[in-house]
């Protein structure tokens, strides 16, 4: 992205970064920067925000990491034909697809890759660090919204990916946000570099369709004293999310948090269960269907039945931007560890705070006040960062003592037998 550089810029590294949903959050940054389109659904662009001091979008800069190869301009040519990215836009945005392209470096582990976990760990955080100083961004943030991997099997398995990639954000000082239902921050290990690292994260697993109604459905049953008795539901998914879910252990990780909705809004779990199918001629869409039994009055047997038919990365898209925004605004203000107030966008949010969408918006609306410069003057369009210039935000981070746990964290992965190949960074 082009940007002033009499304005401090945010640099977004996403993990999956040539997948379904980095492309269309790179083309649709660069299609609403450029007035092609207007930012529907994204919160941070709607009035509740405005002076909270946010990145705009024109000062985001685009990079990550990826197993895949696809230049990001050729997978945006595949969304336009499945539907996905509107006709012509692709075209419009073509430089800058191309320039978050130069910007994506070879993730991993892959296939025949012979580095230890603490190699893979310094050469993720060195790409990060050299993308924040090359571009001189004032700070930037790391977005993982690659495919979903399998539960850990335990604390004597290889690190999963996700876990590895959390790790080098901590080392190279930048705040980190799980749109995915891996395990990521969660992971003991990193779970405490986090703890030490003094910066803000979020996550995780984005709640983008099925789970959202859950989260304003199952509050309304309890408010109203409805009995509910049975709560099913079946998804139908293509893509890569449908591909990777494909793998029961996977499916298992992503059905926590659907299920965990429920049991926090009403207070007990239901029966039923919620089931995955992988249909590849569905693409990038999805259909959601929840099948809900319940007892009313005199005990009254009654059925309410949804159905949600949606394109995943256009859900999934401007939750990734506003994110992003927050979290770098969050890190700006010197807000430090979970950000339980980006509740309001996840299937199973860190930290204490409400489970109702309406109480995790509150939350949300609070968190804009708390973000306001304390002169009133946030604009929306950046904020020279507290103490230094570009880049150095970042540097303070690492000099509190994130970039001093590299020890730390190869004692933590030396000698864990190598995990077995991921999955194509693709979500």
Avoid at 59 to 74: A, E, S, Y
Avoid at 318 to 334: F, I, M, Q, S, Y
Avoid at 362 to 370: S, V
Wanted: net charge negative; aromatic share 4%; charged share 20%.
């Amino acid at each position: 992205m082009s940007a002033s550089l009499s304005r401090p810029r945010v640099g977004v590294w996403l993990i999956g970064a040539r997948g379904s949903v980095a492309t269309t959050v790179v083309t649709g940054c660069a299609a609403i920067t450029a007035g092609l389109h207007p930012p529907t659904g994204m919160v941070t662009e709607s009035a509740i925000f405005a002076g909270s001091g946010l990145p705009a979008l024109s000062d985001l800069v685009f990079g990550g990491h990826d197993t895949l190869d696809c230049p990001l301009p050729k997978r945006a040519e595949t969304l336009t034909a499945g539907g996905v990215l509107p006709p012509g836009v692709a075209n419009a945005v073509t430089a800058e697809l191309a320039a978050a392209d130069r910007e994506i470096r070879p993730g991993g582990p892959t296939r025949g890759d012979t580095r230890s976990e603490a190699e893979l760990i310094t050469a993720f955080a060195d790409d990060i660090r050299d993308f924040v100083h090359r571009h001189e961004l004032d700070r930037a943030v790391v977005v993982n919204v690659a495919s979903t991997e399998p539960a850990s099997q335990g604390p004597d398995s290889p690190l999963p990916a996700s876990t590895l990639y959390a790790l080098a954000a901590l080392r190279a000082g930048c705040p980190y946000v799980n749109f995915t239902p891996s395990e990521g921050m969660h992971h003991p290990v990193a779970a405490r570099e986090a703890e030490r690292s003094g910066l803000p994260y979020a996550g995780r697993d984005g709640k983008t369709g099925q789970t959202l109604l859950r989260a304003v459905l199952g509050p309304m049953f309890a408010q109203r004293a409805l009995s509910v008795r049975a709560w099913s539901g079946t998804n139908l998914l293509g893509g890569g999310d449908g591909a990777a879910l494909a793998d029961p252990a996977a499916a298992a990780a992503k059905n926590a948090g659907k299920e965990r909705v429920l049991a926090d809004t009403l207070g007990t779990v239901p029966e039923g269960e919620v089931h995955i199918d992988d249909v590849p001629a569905l693409g990038d869409w999805k259909t959601a269907w929840d099948h809900i039994a319940f007892d009313g009055f005199l005990g009254t047997r009654m059925i309410l039945q949804t159905i949600w038919q949606g394109c995943d990365s256009a859900l999934a898209a401007p939750l990734v931007l506003d994110l992003a925004r927050l979290t770098a605004r969050a890190h700006e203000t010197g807000l430090t560890g979970p950000l339980a107030e980006l509740g309001f966008y996840f299937k199973d949010p860190v930290g204490d705070g409400p489970a109702s969408l309406g109480e995790q918006y509150a939350a949300l609306t609070g968190l804009g006040e708390r973000l306001r410069p304390a002169n009133g003057d946030g604009d929306g369009n950046g904020a020279t960062a507290p103490g230094g210039g570009r880049g150095g935000a970042v540097e303070e981070a690492a000099a509190r003592g994130v970039g001093h746990q590299e020890s730390a964290d190869e004692a933590a992965v030396q000698g864990a037998d190598r995990r077995e190949p991921a999955a194509g960074e693709r979500r």
